[in-house]
């Protein structure tokens, strides 16, 4: 009961004197994180074992449930990098299904470590620890897009069995769809700061890969079909949840629940810093739980608060987590105007953006301190 009494003076604390001049500098914020997060969605999804479309999904219902119940006004959540390592492994293992049944198990998780205050948690676990744990998840994202990189196909269950492949079963990569990779990567890197503050570069790069398949017509492989519907074919349905394999999946979705938590709190914190605002970590483990609940009902894949995407939110003057729900609003508009344009986008091109995701992921400063 005081969780939710102190949920309302927040909202109200929050937007209190709430005007035009605010609420255009939320409506600036959300179209500038919806550029950022659209291209991350579609690649977080396809590698993540899901789809496309699981990613552009878990943005849009994620962005609007848990920006809703956030216990601050900046967090900004979807899918991540770092929770693709743990499902690509699950998918492999139970497929589309036991990716959404363990979420929805990973919700519940989350709900009860809020109930029970274990938001504090996080300041007891070393920061080497976390800056080893990221580049690690970070290792793992590129050796998984090597395979859309080079247009191969690699053979084992883990990313380096799949690495050390490449070696033993014979390595012969398409020229077109490594060419359309390191074009990403190169665009990426060379695009200009201050360009990046209106379009970002990930984006850019896409949209000039777009542009320039559209006259050369590769035979490249494409994202495919994106269904113009929130609810997509493959979702949990009440009547077909199976709760016999709650306890092969409970070490699935414990990881799950604790790469949330974990991510969720670092980000409330560090953004916190940037906003002057303090976050409440025990609502936010809560509102990250309920969103981990309903999303599978649609069909996307377990999601968290988002640094990156939360440090561009605050960076573009958010005001209030109505930035949030916006971002997810224009997520939802571009999947019914923007279908056709992103099923034809080179699954190496978001390779690309991946790989480079990946090397940004690393804290540089930190790794030469230790």
Known sequence: ??????????????????????????????????????????????????????????????????????????QISGPTGAMTAILV?????????GILIACFFAGIMLIAAGVLKLGRIIYYIPSSVITGFTSGIAVIIALGQLDNFFGVTSKGNLAITKFISYFTEGFHPDIPTMCIGLAVIVIMI?????????????????????????????????????????????????????????????????????????????????????????????????????????????????????????????KAGCETRLTGIIHAAILLLSMFVLAPVMSVIPLSALAGVLIITAWRMNDWAHIRFI
């Open 1 to 74: 009961m005081n969780l939710f009494k102190d949920y309302v003076t927040d909202i109200r604390n929050e937007f209190k004197g709430y005007n035009g001049k605010r609420f255009s500098k939320d409506l600036m914020a959300g179209i500038t994180v919806a550029a950022v997060a659209l291209p991350l969605a579609l690649a977080f999804g396809v590698s993540s074992g899901a789809t496309a479309a699981a990613g552009l999904v878990t943005a849009i219902i994620g962005g609007i449930v848990i920006s809703v119940l956030s216990g601050a006004s900046f």
């Open 89 to 97: 492994t699950l998918a492999a293992k139970y497929g589309m299904q």
């Open 190 to 314: 060379i695009w200009p700061k201050k360009l990046n503050e209106k379009i970002p570069s990930s984006l850019a790069a896409l949209i000039i890969i777009l542009i320039v398949n559209q006259f050369l017509k590769l035979d490249v492989a494409m994202v495919g079909d994106i269904p113009k519907t929130l609810f997509l074919d493959e979702r949990l349905s009440i009547s077909g949840f199976d709760f016999s394999k709650f306890w092969d999946l409970f070490v699935p979705a414990l990881s799950i629940a604790a790469l949330g938590m974990i991510e969720s709190l670092l980000c409330g914190a560090s953004a916190g810093k940037m906003k002057k605002e303090e976050l409440n970590a025990d609502r936010e483990l809560i509102a990250q739980g309920i969103g981990n609940i309903v999303i599978p009902f649609f069909g996307g894949v377990p999601a968290t608060a988002a640094i990156a995407r939360t440090s561009v939110a605050i």
